[in-house]
């Protein structure tokens, strides 16, 4: 019988005839070894097999051993099914020794066959007694010859045979050496014929390359009926069980372990366990339920952003797909318009689960920008969807048993893309979004006070500004509008308004006003609140009515806001009329503020806009009030906004706040416009 010489790559098969430093197919070092090829003898002809129908006469059903370790049997669709082939890999230390020693425990009554090229007969002997394995009806074989093997399980007959492991075993028929491309190979198919002809399953763990792989050539895994993952962080106790491939059964179950000192103990519900450490939320964290097969899992994402140091921002993430993580920035930056480009990004995965459920991308995005703007996400709330290049949400599969999961876990709002189905959900409320913007409205808090906070300037205006039958200045009014911090304000729309009022809703804050921004200048300059529409209607083709009717319905009235109190350079009031322009303070400022106050100098150049059918002029722009579709204005639904403030008021204002913290006047008003509580003690809303 000729031989001959050939090199084998050792990580992906490549063979040559002569030696090479580098693999020319998957770029390894020094991976070429030697091996004998000896010339198979000339094949005999045979003669033919007739083929029979696929479809018989009686229903074929697979037979199936449990095992009784539900998590196993769940990610092995139900058990072990005779003469299967089954190889489970993971990294050195992950527990796949001990899970393999308990298996054979659990099966004892059909007296299992472990067959170890790693330990002694000691060890394992010492191993059992540690863990508190009862060995009884466990045979052992410590050999490494694939004959001896297949010699060994062919006299005995096991019920199961375990190979711990393949790359240990070696064929004498070979002279290279055991763990090399051909001896995995061949020791492979020798075991692979046996477990077919005598109906034996077999279980062989495989080692696993640096990148996480299957050692041993790529025809391992095609050879074989079932390839498992049991991955796990060294840090973390949790373990993980996940299908690669399987001939009988789904690859999309997992089933989760914990690693004791007692041995390997399954989860029955690994949700409470990822999530027992969460009790209250902080900013940059978010839940999700992932799908895996006939079962939902919920984790919590963990993100924090921070200003970067260095030249090129980092970018890390555990237990996330990092590529991924990327292309979501991309969207927030370019769809949203927040800036991450001078942060470092970091985004973990609580628990050490590796997760590549698409879902999970809104849960992602919700914690990157609470982070970002230090907001937390709303208590015992989840988010599920994938995030398209648009920004739009996207369905995943599973929904109603991820929302089953997360109501029977105690959480009471969801928020998901719109799904055509309809759900049975006795305690979790379900809001569904379109877009990051729309779900980011309902999951992520106001920093602080969202309702006092924001709305201490408002107040101070509507008290001033609302009509004074008796003479007196009004009572504060409670209101509220959309936050700026959520992007919505440059997406402004007719939906993201009514989501935003129903929050309010939500929360059982009895709001007087729902408060419009109705700013008549374009946002140019890149100030994210210099007004929130623009004039030309193309945020609401329909009006506002429907947002008022909404706002109503639930026992607030609304205001439409014009705002003249801002100005930034680049605007029609900039450029066309500067004397209406308060001085700049300081000289060079990039916001000046419009003389409000001269009601006795000359016209008002904010004059009070009515709704009603006719035409309105205001500060040099027409509107007509019917385009806006807003109810009359006698019926109390809006009020006229129109400045009444006292001479040197506005200014005065804001000098008494740069007093008090020693900030400029228009750093003060620009606190003042977001929401600030620095200055409330200031403001007094009764005079």
């Known amino acids: 019988m000729k031989s001959r010489s050939v090199f084998v790559c050792q990580e992906c098969g490549y063979r040559a005839l002569k030696w090479l430093g580098k693999c020319p197919s998957c770029g390894a070092w020094g991976a070429l070894v030697e091996e004998i090829e000896h010339a198979a003898p000339a094949a005999k002809s045979a003669a033919g097999v007739e083929p029979v129908a696929l479809v018989g006469d009686r229903d074929v059903r697979i037979e199936r051993i449990c095992s009784g370790i539900t998590e196993f049997d769940r990610v092995m669709g139900g058990g072990i099914v005779p003469g299967s082939v089954t190889v489970i890999g993971g990294d050195p230390g992950v527990g796949k020794s001990t899970l393999m020693l308990q298996l054979c425990a659990a099966f004892s009554a059909r007296a299992p066959l472990y067959v170890s090229g790693e330990e002694s007969l000691e060890q394992l002997r010492h191993r059992a007694h540690r863990l508190g394995i009862r060995a009884d009806g466990i045979a052992v074989l410590t050999e490494q010859a694939i004959e001896d093997v297949v010699a060994t399980i062919e006299a005995t007959q096991p019920g199961l045979v375990v190979i711990d492991s393949i790359q240990t075993l070696y064929g004498r028929e070979l002279e290279s050496l055991p763990g090399s491309i051909g001896q995995v190979r061949y020791c492979t198919a020798q075991l692979v014929q046996l477990a077919k002809q005598r109906g034996i399953p077999i279980l062989l763990v495989g080692h696993v390359t640096k990148e996480g792989m299957l050692a041993g050539p790529k025809v391992l895994e095609h050879m074989v009926d079932v390839v498992v993952q049991f991955e796990g962080e060294g840090n973390y106790a949790y373990r993980i069980l996940r299908a690669v491939k399987n001939r009988y059964g789904s690859t999309n179950e997992i089933g989760v372990f914990e690693m004791r000192s007692s041995g390997i103990a399954e989860v029955a519900n690994p949700s409470e366990l990822f999530l027992t450490q969460r009790t209250t939320p902080e900013p940059g964290t978010a839940v999700t339920a992932l799908f895996e097969g006939s079962r939902s899992l919920l984790v919590e994402v963990q993100a924090l952003v921070m200003q970067s140091s260095y030249s090129v921002p980092q970018r890390v993430a555990n237990g996330y797909d990092g590529r991924r993580l990327q292309m979501l920035l991309a969207v927030l930056e370019r769809r949203i318009g927040f800036d991450f480009l001078h942060c470092d990004v970091f985004v973990n995965i609580a628990g050490g689960i590796a997760v590549r459920d698409p879902g999970a991308d809104l849960a ?22 994938e995030v398209g290049l648009t920004s739009e949400l996207r369905q995943v599969m599973g929904m109603e048993i991820r929302l089953k999961e997360a109501e029977k876990l105690g959480f009471t709002l969801a928020v998901t893309p719109p799904t055509t189905t309809q759900l049975s959900l006795a305690t979790l409320q379900h809001v569904q979004a379109r877009t990051i913007t729309d779900a980011l409205m309902v999951v992520l808090r106001y920093q ?7 709305n201490v300037w408002r107040r101070w205006m509507i008290a001033h500004n609302l009509p004074r039958p008796s003479g007196a200045l009004p009572p504060p009014q409670l209101n509220a509008c959309s936050s700026h911090q959520y992007g919505e304000m440059i997406h402004a729309n007719d939906a993201n308004q009514k989501m935003f009022v129903d929050r309010y809703h939500r929360e059982r804050i009895a709001l007087d006003y729902w408060w419009m921004d109705a700013g008549w200048y374009p946002n140019t300059t890149g100030w994210p609140n210099t007004g929130t529409w623009e004039v030309d209607r193309k945020r609401f083709p329909n009006g506002l009515r429907s947002i008022s009717d909404h706002a109503r319905r639930l ?11 801002r100005v930034t350079p680049g605007t029609w009031l900039w450029e066309n009329h500067p004397e209406w322009l308060l001085p700049d303070r300081p000289p060079n400022a990039q916001l000046r503020v419009l003389q409000i106050l001269r009601t006795s100098e000359g016209p008002d150049p904010c004059a009070t806009f009515n709704p009603g059918p006719e035409t309105v002029s205001h500060v ?22 129109r400045w009444k403030v006292p001479t040197n008021g506005l200014y005065r204002i804001a ?16 606190l003042l416009a977001k929401g600030s509580t620095l200055f409330e003690g200031a403001i007094n809303l009764g005079g």
Not at 448 to 454: A, E, I, N
Not at 555 to 565: C, L
Not at 655 to 670: Q, V, W
């Open 448 to 454: 602080g006070d969202w309702v006092r906070g924001q």
């Open 555 to 565: 026992g607030m009235k609304t205001i439409v806001w014009f705002e003249p109190e």
């Open 620 to 641: 040099g722009i027409t509107w007509q009030a019917g385009q806006l579709a807003l109810h009359p204005g006698p019926r109390g639904e809006y009020a006229a906004m």
């Open 364 to 385: 992602v995005c919700t914690a990157l920008v609470s982070s970002l703007r230090n907001s937390p996400s709303e208590d015992r709330s989840v988010v599920i969807g």
């Open 655 to 670: 000098a008494n706040f740069e007093g008090i913290a020693g900030l400029p006047a228009t750093t003060s008003l620009h």
